[in-house]
T-cell receptor, first 116, second 112 residues
Framework: EAGVAQSPRYKIIEKRQSVAFWCNPI?????LYWYQQILGQGPKLLIQ????????DSQLPKDRFSAERLKGVDSTLKIQPAKLEDSAVYLC??????????????FGSGTQLSVL | DAKTTQPTSMDCAEGRAANLPCNHS???????VYWYRQIHSQGPQYIIH???NNETNEMASLIITEDRKSSTLILPHATLRDTAVYYC?????????????FGTGTRLTVIP
């Protein structure tokens, strides 16, 4: 079974530039998550989709971050304009069940972003 | 949200059992305890979860105290590939929002 695919693996940009990350979840997984992981910290949720609808985006800095999941499959996370503090690994995860406490999340390898 | 407390780091000799503790004294009755681990340059990987009873799978065992205020993840025979950051997470039981809240975890180093 193919895992969660993310691209690019690495990205280096200058501050005030824009950047986009792509995620393709495991086939059939209805729920998709974007996490931000700053060096030395645990992952922090940015946004959660259920099919193509947003379930939780309370931690997403909406003035510069945006995400979409058209057709309820793959997803794109964008930052515009980027700041130095956006340097982090951006992780995508997906899960099969809509809800319930037994849900497991499957993570991709992430995109490492460096903002100079 | 129920919070968890874990040691910052631990060492374990290769081939020995690794016992990783976690305190979650404010856990609610309907919240599960999850363990994930993150190997360098990879995304987190699910290990095991439980509610009240002890659980075992091919990767590890989870021991939850009777009062559910703490738990221990056991890797029975640690190998070098088990070197990773281990996260203990108490699952928020919120309708429609099933994300995981990660702390800083325990960095386990398996020593040859």
């Amino acid at each position: 079974e193919a895992g969660v695919a993310q691209s690019p693996r690495y990205k280096i940009i200058e501050k005030r530039q824009s950047v986009a990350f792509w995620c393709n979840p495991i086939s059939g997984h209805a729920t998709l998550y974007w996490y931000q992981q700053i060096l030395g910290q645990g992952p922090k949720l940015l946004i959660q989709f259920q099919n193509n609808g947003v379930v939780d985006d309370s931690q997403l800095p909406k003035d510069r971050f945006s995400a979409e999941r058209l057709k309820g499959v793959d997803s794109t996370l964008k930052i515009q304009p980027a700041k130095l503090e956006d340097s982090a690994v951006y992780l995508c995860a997906s899960s099969l069940l809509k809800g319930g406490d037994n849900e497991k999340l499957f993570f991709g390898s992430g995109t490492q972003l460096s903002v100079l | 949200d129920a919070k968890t407390t874990q040691p910052t780091s631990m060492d374990c000799a290769e081939g020995r059992a690794a016992n990783l503790p976690c305190n979650h004294s404010t856990i609610s009755g309907n919240e599960y305890v999850y363990w994930y681990r993150q190997i360098h340059s990879q995304g987190p990987q699910y290990i095991i979860h439980g509610l009240k009873n002890n659980e075992t799978n091919e990767m590890a065992s989870l021991i939850i105290t009777e009062d559910r205020k703490s738990s221990t993840l056991i890797l029975p025979h640690a190998t070098l590939r088990d070197t990773a950051v281990y996260y203990c997470i108490v699952r928020v039981a919120s309708p429609g929002a099933n994300n995981l809240f990660f702390g800083t975890g325990t960095r386990l180093t398996v020593i040859p």
